[in-house]
């Protein structure tokens, strides 16, 4: 008989958001701190790194705090500087902590690419490894994944679709 996790259940909020790209998912914790933002369409993609993250996760469904919302709210409407307002928290390896990080460093209206990320974290040759945690985002948008492309310009890959990230950077002023 496999032993059993005696590492007690996190408990995290669940609110949600209506974005002009689909219902956001914002998990907090009882500081209302962000722990994750993914999207109602990839709800099981989100609870699945969140218990790679966390282990056993107890989801609630509680609101996010009024400011979170409000930022968030400001952002789709087109004030890209709210983002940096949020609170957020993360758990990971400390490499995908190092690139998470780093992507709240990519300004909005500007992208870089996989191989530009890993030398800003110099780690120069760890471009798949930076594409791998890049895609174990969980904060997606506060973490601006999204600004991430391929070395020839293109979109690559979005956790959230591609049609989400074209979205993205187009109200980002990006030309896609």
């Excluded at 709800?43 to 056993?56: I, N, P, Q, T, V």
Aim: proline content about 6%; hydrophobic content about 45%.
């Amino acid at each position: 008989m496999p032993a059993r996790s005696t590492k007690p259940s996190v408990s995290f909020g669940l609110d949600r958001l209506v974005t002009p790209i689909g219902i956001a998912l914002l998990v907090t914790d009882a500081d209302g701190a962000l722990r994750a933002l993914d999207w109602e369409d990839y709800e099981h993609r989100m609870r699945e790194l969140l218990r790679l993250h966390y282990g056993a996760v107890d989801l609630s469904g509680r609101p996010a705090p009024t400011e979170m919302r409000t930022a968030l709210s400001h952002y789709f409407e087109g004030d890209l500087g709210q983002l940096s307002a949020i609170v957020w928290r993360i758990a990971g390896t400390p490499f995908q902590q190092k690139v998470w990080t780093a992507l709240a460093q990519i300004p909005a209206g500007t992208t870089m690419s996989y191989g530009a990320m890993a030398a800003r974290i110099e780690m120069p040759k760890a471009i798949r490894a930076v594409g791998h945690a890049n895609g174990s985002n969980p904060i997606s948008v506060v973490l601006p994944c999204h600004r991430l492309i391929g070395a020839d310009g293109s979109l690559v890959k979005y956790g959230g679709g591609l049609a989400r990230k074209r979205w993205l950077l187009r109200h980002e002023g990006v030309q896609v």
